[in-house]
């Protein structure tokens, strides 16, 4: 039975991929991107790591997978300064939040293209990628989230909450690069079908997060302490 | 000494997400407060105190029909419908001098405002950005108590309720690192109250205890909170109309004494638990099955329940363990004669004694000579011992510096006892107290200590 599964899903997935000329590496990253928010969710349901949003670790380990940890950083180093670039002088023209949201866009967009056109010229590496202009408009769509969070938590707060997520995209490029994972699931594709699952495993869990034993860490304290008296 | 297994006392977010935001808090009821202006309305319609709302600006259409000439001599609050973590809030102040409004120091013009209704009306204070809608909200002055406490914004209780119980109860001081917003997240202050009396006990300040508030270094323990039996039943109210399960009701109490709400939460915060030093899960369990007949009802069995305040006290004096045989220091009472000596610990006799040396050191050589001259530390007929005892009791001296006397049977007569008024440092602990003075030259310990100065130690007998 499983040997049939087996040869069903692959004659759907790989092989069909296969036929119509998809590169190998792109099939790597569909099959184990649900492995990555999986890990995601461990982390953040268990550990407790703290991250902006759901999606935007994950999107993060696939432009660093792709396109490499060097330009991957850079991307967001650049984007996040023309932002706040942006910000600054979008201030004295008191605008409203619609014409300003663009008026800052346009120069994070102008301003990374400059830039990224300015490096490759003096390094003398090929041009910017097709891949990596998607990477750069994901990026784009995330700067909000960021920036809000910085205006709620503080910059102090904003940049330890990015630091974790680079932090935990990092983790999830380099299980996209991994080359065991990558032929465990180009070979047994239904190997994906295992993360529904253990999806379900860990909402099982509802103590503390680990993080919440370090949060709570007086109130167990006391608790304890009042146990033993 | 079991350690109780933790995470069924303490509530994490999995627990609060899982077990109860899903279980109790319907859709419905979630809706209905996450609208302001809706959950207000519906206050308002069951008579339930809220801040007054002056107007509601729900498109653009409506920028251009705003009743200025009412708001003008006015102060008011302007706030996004659907705005959350305090964003998008403003203060302004109607200034009588000036003629116009007044955000902090900064005049406030009516196209200022209207800027700002625009950017609340285009999304920019809403959970993902959606269009919302904005309205002119009566300003509080906090009341008294509160304004004492905090020098900036307004600060308020945050109750959770539970199943028409309120479990748990924080004071939100808003700092200057908080900009007036009392949101913990943005640097304000959480002081954990009692249930049972309103009484603060604990403060927090980015997850750490702290003993004052840091900007007007007041302390915040130990404070009784204003209509504190109003603020609960309040709470419940609101509770019980938003129709949530489990929710956390932001009150305030303005200086004229109204006790307001200001919102209901269906996702209210965890750090309230480091506030009171207790656990939310446990607290929801022991309410969980309880038939809640009224608010009345769920205002005793919170009383019942949840009062913590002498208990508390008593954990933070915890008993010292006496063994047998314990060093002591006597001290008279002016404090100016002290001695060092090893005294029994002996709960079978009712009060302390010392001996004679002892008694003579502390500067009763007068009482003692005469006890002695008069043969009072022996036995004698029950006749002579009355005898005596009038005669110590007549002399002036003695009852001047609160020596008392009383006559004690025994098998074969009676005697006399004298009681010396003193001071007794035992562990660190000063216990002033009445000591009888006896012959003790034939035993070893030169001092016991009896029952009724033992009431605040353990006793370890081996």
Known sequence: MFYTLHNFILSITTELAIAQDIPRAVIDIFLLVPFVSLILAFLRHIIGVKTIGLFFPIVLSVIFAV????????????????????????????????????????????????????????????????????????????????????????????????????LIAIIGALFLRWQAARDAVYTYPELSLLVPLLAIALNRWNGLRLSELYRFRLVRKRLIVDKDE | MSKVPLPQIIMGMNTRNSRLIKVVNYQFAINRVNSKIRFKSLLMKNDVATPEIYDIVSNFRDLSEIPWEKLEEKSFVIKPDRGYGGHGIIVLNWSKKRRIWMKGSREYTRENIARHLRDILDGQYSKGY?????????RIKPHQFFRQLSNSGLPDIRVIVYNSVPIMAMLRLPTVESGGRSNLHAGGLGVGIDIGSGITTLTIHNSNLIAQHPDTSMRLADLKVPKWNQVLQIAIEAQRISGLGYSGVDIVIDSKGRVLILEANARPGLDIQIANLAGLNERVSRVRNLKVRSVEHGMRVANELFSEYDGMKIKTTKKPVLKRIEKIIIRSIDGKKSLHVKAKVDTGADSSSIGITAARRLGFSKLVNVLQSKGMFHILKISDARQRLKEVEAEKSFTKLGIKFKAVKSASGGTVRAYVPVKIQIHRREIETQVSIVNRSHLAYSAIIGAVDLGSFYINPV
């Not at chain 1, 650049?78 to 605008?95: K, W």
């Not at chain 1, 010229?121 to 994901?138: C, Q, R, T, Y």
């Not at chain 2, 959606?130 to 009566?138: I, K, N, S, V």
């Open chain 1, 67 to 166: 396109s490499g940890f060097t330009y991957g950083l850079a991307l967001i180093f650049f984007v996040a300064l023309f932002t706040i670039f942006g910000r600054v002088i979008v201030r004295p023209f008191r605008m409203l939040y619609l014409p300003r949201s663009a008026f800052v866009i346009s120069i994070v967009t102008m301003g990374v293209f400059w830039t990224l056109i300015f490096i490759s010229a003096i390094s003398n590496k090929s041009p910017v990628e097709s891949m990596s202009i998607l990477s750069f408009v994901v990026l784009l769509l995330f700067t909000e989230d960021f920036l809000r969070v910085s205006n709620e938590r503080g910059a102090k707060n904003s940049l330890t909450l990015m630091g974790e997520t680079i």
């Open chain 2, 130 to 138: 959606l269009p919302d809608r904005a309205f002119f909200e009566e």
